[in-house]
């Protein structure tokens, strides 16, 4: 039953990652714009330009602002990545050898008498 609830679930988070493709690929480029502008406006000396690569910033700005949602697309995907990686470490679970705690504790102690 967790098995089937984990691939429901992951199914669910594949559909937001596909439903908010467009918007995480826009809030990518409006990132990468906006770091050019403010590294644009940092460099340049001109009032003119300076005006510039302000308004600039501004409309990509309101480009990542509009696509804010594409975050819940992102934690769908982080949330993908997650169970993938769980998913491949789920396994058989390891059992000690010795499951009698006297043992382990003379094995310990001989090795702590030793030093």
């Known amino acids: ?14 559909l937001t ?7 995480m690929i826009l809030l990518a480029i409006g990132g ?6 403010i590294k644009q406006f940092k460099r340049t000396t001109s009032t003119g330009a300076k005006v510039m ?9 309101s480009v990542i602002i509009s696509n804010i949602y594409a975050v819940i ?4 995907l ?9 998913w491949k470490t789920d396994g058989a679970i390891d059992v000690p050898k010795n499951v009698n705690p006297f043992e382990d504790f ?10």
């Open 32 to 37: 990468y714009l906006l770091y050019v502008c």
């Open 53 to 61: 690569w302000t308004i600039f910033a501004v409309l990509v700005a």
């Open 17 to 23: 990652v596909i439903a908010n493709l467009i918007p």
């Open 78 to 86: 982080y949330f993908l990545y997650v169970m993938v990686r769980s």
């Open 1 to 14: 039953m967790k098995k089937f609830l984990l691939i429901v679930l992951a199914v669910i988070a594949a």
């Open 106 to 115: 003379d094995r310990e102690w001989s090795k702590l008498a030793k030093k």
């Open 73 to 76: 697309g992102v934690a769908a």
